[in-house]
């Protein structure tokens, strides 16, 4: 298995809702990351999580709430967003005891915050 | 401030010719390098890769070429094809830094 899986492909939220985005992959990778794009700008990382913990939060609102159940599962909790939170969100993952740091993306999950 | 560029927002190639593709970078603590390859709505693809060690990388049709002292790297596809019209991010990592840099990309658009 070579792919990097993420739910829903699409979302809609308020910005009273509280949702979840879901990413899961199954290469063994011990690294896995957020990324956020806005249309016609390059991804943006978020945050690292490195053998399950979080090793890296670029600055992000606290209505971002990563979590890494386990070494193949990643989520993002929403929470009181704000239109312009509105992009492709991109999950990726990575080996981090190999001297490549190839990261494979997932196919994101497009975002619409109303 | 940008530490990875490209220059070049869009490219028109003829299919069957080579397309060239630049990237330049200003962070002297990146140590590898990345192309992706991405169509709208859709994850970044990766494609090849290079370490700071090596000036070239070779896989199939694609080939990086890497100029430290000039802080300076680019892709060439040849040749190229109406499957490669796509846009096509450059990324750096390293510095001690997890995440990739990227590059703003650059639509290459293969003419037929």
């Known amino acids: 298995d070579t792919e990097v899986t993420q739910t829903p492909k699409h979302l809609v939220m308020g910005m009273t809702n509280k949702k979840s985005l879901k990413c899961e992959q199954h290469?063994?990778?011990?690294?896995m990351y957020w990324y956020k794009q806005k249309a016609k700008k390059p991804p943006e990382l978020m945050f690292v999580y490195s053998y399950e913990k979080l090793s890296i939060n670029e600055s992000v609102p606290s209505r971002f709430s990563p979590e890494c159940p386990n070494s193949s599962l990643l989520n993002l909790h929403l929470h009181a967003l704000q239109p312009e939170d509105s992009a492709l969100y991109l999950c990726?993952?990575?080996?981090?005891?190999?001297?490549?740091?190839?990261?494979?993306f997932g196919p994101g999950t497009r975002l619409t915050v109303l | 401030d940008q530490q990875v560029k490209q220059n070049s927002p869009s490219l028109s190639v003829q299919e069957g010719r080579i397309s060239i593709l630049n990237c330049d970078y200003t962070?002297?603590?990146?140590?590898?390098f990345l192309w992706y390859k991405k169509y709208p709505a859709e994850g970044p693809t990766f494609l090849i890769s290079i370490s700071s060690i090596k000036d070239k990388n070779e896989d199939g049709r694609f080939t990086v070429f890497l100029n430290k002292s000039a802080k300076h790297l680019s892709l060439h596809i040849v040749p190229s094809q109406p499957g490669d019209s796509a846009v096509y991010f450059c990324?750096?990592?390293?510095?001690?830094?997890?995440?990739?840099?990227f590059g703003k990309g650059t639509h290459l658009i293969i003419q037929p």
């Open positions: 290469m063994g990778h011990r690294a």
């Open positions: 990324a750096a990592a390293g510095g001690g830094a997890d995440g990739l840099t």
């Open positions: 962070n002297s603590m990146f140590d590898y």
């Open positions: 990726a993952s990575s080996h981090r005891d190999r001297d490549h740091n190839e990261q494979f």
